[in-house]
């Protein structure tokens, strides 16, 4: 499975309701793992249409990823 199928998955799971698709979410979220800064990863989303603050990336969607990633590996 790749990195962006996992994060997909994965914020899926916690954001199924949200305004904004996990696909997205899930691009943002790999996008800051291999190195891009969050005014960058803010710039992306707003070319895909998506106005959120850099807060909403690091803290919401991140927290979340890493927590959920953290718990699969244990059960694992």
Same mark, same amino acid.
């Given at each position: 499975? +790749?990195?962006?199928?996992? /994060? @997909?998955?994965?914020? #899926?799971?916690? $954001?199924?309701?949200? @305004? /904004?698709?996990? &696909? ?7 996008? $800051? %793992? @291999?190195?891009? *800064?969050?005014? #960058? /990863?803010?710039?992306?989303?707003? #070319?895909? #249409?998506? @106005?959120?603050? !850099?807060?909403?990336?690091?803290? &919401?969607?991140?927290? *979340? %990823?890493? !927590?959920? $990633? !953290?718990?699969?590996? /244990?059960? +694992?």
């Amino acid at each position: 499975m +790749s990195m962006l199928n996992l /994060v @997909r998955e994965i914020l #899926d799971k916690v $954001y199924h309701w949200h @305004r /904004v698709p996990a &696909s997205v979410k899930a691009k943002a979220v790999v996008l $800051y %793992f @291999r190195g891009m *800064s969050l005014r #960058d /990863v803010q710039r992306y989303l707003l #070319d895909e #249409d998506y @106005r959120v603050s !850099t807060e909403a990336i690091i803290w &919401s969607w991140l927290a *979340s %990823f890493i !927590t959920l $990633y !953290t718990l699969l590996e /244990v059960k +694992s």
